[in-house]
């Protein structure tokens, strides 16, 4: 006995068929204007990062996806992070010493680190004063850090440090 599959049971429909549902949905979807206005998005930011600047702009809107020229991160990032730096900076005067860090890992780091690893995350920051990191210093390291990650991670992430 020949077994039959199910899709050889399939009727192919005519090309003129496909490309009429193909029409119908991107009609009623309105796919032309979302991919126009992405397109054109793109080309007004010049974002560093284009798939992260479609997949902001889709889920948090143009706004949001905006990416600093600088670090590459979108406002909706940026802004985090700089809410954690003013976390740690308690005292506002816009640097973090090692000392702050190591009290702010302390207390919100989850398992302690030593001060040599500290001392060796605080240099991966690239300090350009030898003793205190910067805001942008901290957003470029960060923009690095989070560059390969989804919104979900970064939020999980930017709660953890938040503590």
Known sequence: MTMVRDVDKLDPLPDEVIRQQDQEYMMTHQLDK??????????????????????????LGPEQAQQDSETGLPVHRQEKLMQVFKIIDKEGTGKISLRMLQNYANKYGGETLTLD????????????????????????????????ITNRDFASMVDELSG
């Open 34 to 59: 979302l991919l126009c206005s992405l397109l054109a998005g793109i080309l007004k930011q010049k974002p560093q990062d284009c798939l992260q600047f479609i997949i902001d702009s889709i889920t």
């Open 117 to 148: 690893e500290l001392r060796a995350l605080f240099q991966d920051f690239k300090p350009s004063n030898e003793h205190y990191i910067n805001l942008k210093e901290f957003l470029m390291f960060f923009s690095k850090v989070s560059s390969t």
